[in-house]
């Protein structure tokens, strides 16, 4: 005798017996169903439908997966950042909550709209997260943005078209990938590597990009690099404001005050742990 199809409640109390939590149980099955990740009440009013044999078979394969530690943005293909909604893929980091600080920071510090038009430089754009939300706020912003990996380019290219947000990009390593005589920027973010070569950490981010994360004995090898060569790409008073591990902090505001930065000061992510540092160029 054939079982009877599960209903979309079993569906999600066997998705937690297994050891999903709640949440990732619920965005699972929302996108077997090809339905929005905004639409969890759905699943409350629709709790006694029933899986077709074939989303069954998907769901238990999906949850496997998450089982085994996979980040649930690569599992669907999207993650949301600043209110937008971004295809992703193995080949970009998985945008955190905690860069929305960065994004925040930035957006408080740029000039108003004006003629010239402010513009901001992203580097290591991954897909395109933060660049793509500077835009979306800032529609008057001039945003440019880099990247090493080509594919990660054509990831954050691809949501770009897809959200009607332009945004100028450009392939190479860091402010290099600039092409030569372009103008100064009145801001440069980035959320470079940081985590060192041999951090136990990375033991948790197997599933991500190994390029995109480590970045030295110290973790700080990109961050010299970026500091060091952004004073000659940022108009006077331009900001440099960067994403940095956990305990890079007080080395990163060194290194801005060494290179000329002014009103160097740490930003807190959502655990009150200092995760980004700037400085403003000085005038």
């Not at 594919?151 to 030569?180: C, E, H, I, K, S």
Request: aromatic fraction near 4%; charge should be negative; proline fraction near 8%.
């Amino acid at each position: 005798m054939t079982p009877s199809p599960a209903t979309l409640a079993q569906a999600l109390a066997d998705l937690q017996q297994r050891g999903l939590d709640r949440l990732d149980a619920q965005l699972l099955l929302l996108h077997v169903l090809g339905q929005p990740v905004t639409q969890r009440g759905w699943l409350l009013a629709h709790d006694t439908d029933a899986l077709q044999p074939t989303q069954q078979a998907e769901l238990q394969a999906l949850a496997q997966r998450r089982l085994a530690g996979e980040p649930l943005a690569y599992i669907t293909g999207s993650k949301a950042f600043y209110g937008l909604a971004l295809q992703v893929s193995p080949d970009v980091l998985v945008p955190r909550p905690d860069t929305e600080t960065l994004v925040d920071w930035a957006l408080a510090v740029l000039p108003a709209p004006s003629n010239p038009t402010p513009r901001m430089l992203d580097l290591g754009t991954g897909s395109g997260a933060i660049a793509l939300a500077l835009k979306a706020t800032r529609p008057a912003l001039d945003v440019w943005a880099t990247d090493m990996s080509p594919a990660a380019l054509a990831m954050a290219q691809a949501n770009a078209q897809r959200l009607q947000l332009a945004v100028t990009f450009n392939q190479g390593p860091w402010l290099a990938a600039l092409p030569a005589g372009t103008p100064p920027f009145d801001g440069i973010v980035s959320n470079p590597p940081y985590i060192a070569d041999q951090d136990p950490h990375l033991a948790a981010l197997g599933f991500e990009p190994i390029e995109a994360l480590t970045s030295g004995t110290d973790g700080l090898d990109d961050l010299r690099q970026i500091i060091s060569a952004a004073p000659a790409h940022l108009n006077p008073g331009g900001w440099l404001l960067l994403e940095h591990g956990y305990d890079q902090a007080a080395a990163v505001r060194q290194l801005l005050t060494q290179s000329g930065f002014d009103h160097v000061q740490s930003r807190c992510d959502l655990a009150g742990i200092e995760r980004c540092s700037g400085g403003r160029l000085s005038i």
